[in-house]
């Protein structure tokens, strides 16, 4: 796909997970290029530096006039870069996206509400002849699959990264594994399952929670078929939504059921002691998020994953020693140590072709 020239709407909330859906476009997509992101409170810095201390030359700006500035030409699409709780779309948003659809440029929203059906902006975007993608819009029953039990017929190494909470990293480190694994010389797909992934381009992918409960585990296990059947990949990677025991959003059960994962990876967020959004609720120890996982699922969890927001690169090392000593099993930084350790246990489970040397 030929990428769209894209600004990034993430007022007030670049520095907290509710800016998630940012955080991903700013790091990686294939549908977009992104040329600025909109938040006032840090304008004037870039992007990836503010993020990651990487910078890629993105920069943050106070507002969309100074950002439409920024593109190669006019229109190009505004992206609501925001993940609020609840998937409400707050005041300052629909000023801007108003703003937006009045300059000609085609809104893509991944919130609960649906800009394509609100009364004001359905015929403002009529009347300036742009579109307004709602990309959590629940697709048509009849588009939906039933569970067929069929998802050994894929011979790709089925990987699934799940976490301990949400908004802990578990896209990143999908995209991060799949690019790795493509590097290495492995063909490899990353399944989305969240509308950030299909933002940031995932050819195979579905929004879990815009899904009628009876069709998830179907849905799941077509997406993977899909991606089997369509580009025979020697790897899928399956990104994980919310945690299994997160008190809002539990999440992960129904994964495991239907993709069937060859490998288990859980993503750990060894600085945050409480779930995101929760303040008063504390995490519950590894030892219990590892059991109850292990317990419902029949399987083993084969890796840990470290997101390592928070840590310095001693204590995310430390971290990783100290989990490895507890659990006997790999303890990844993958944005520091890399990937080699994982896909060795990939390689492990190859069923395509031999490992490559």
Known sequence: MTPTPAIVYCATCMDSTRGKTAHGLIRFTERFEIHAVVDHVYAGQDAGTFLDNVPNGIPIVADLNDALSLLPEPGGAFIVGLATDGGVLPDHARTAVHQAISHG????????????EDSEFAPLAEQYGVRLIDVRKPPHRSDLHFYEGRIQEVDA???LVLGTDSASGKRTTSWVLRNALRDKGYTAEMIGTGQTAWLQGARFSIRLDTLVND????????VVRQAWQEARPDVVVVEGQGALLHPAYPGGLELVAAVKPDILLLQDVPARTTFDGFPDLPMPAMERQIAA????TDRKVDA???NPK????????AVCS???ARFHRPAVDIFR????RLITLVESCLRTREPIS
């Open 322 to 324: 100290s989990l490895e």
């Open 293 to 296: 996982l292990e317990i419902l």
């Open 337 to 340: 140590e890399g990937c080699d």
């Open 304 to 306: 840990l994953t470290i």
């Open 157 to 159: 190494v089925r990987v």
């Open 215 to 222: 069709f998830v585990a179907g849905e799941i296990e077509h």
């Open 310 to 317: 928070g840590l310095s690169q001693t204590e995310s090392s």
């Open 105 to 116: 440029m085609d809104v893509y929203c991944g919130l609960h509400v649906f800009l394509s």
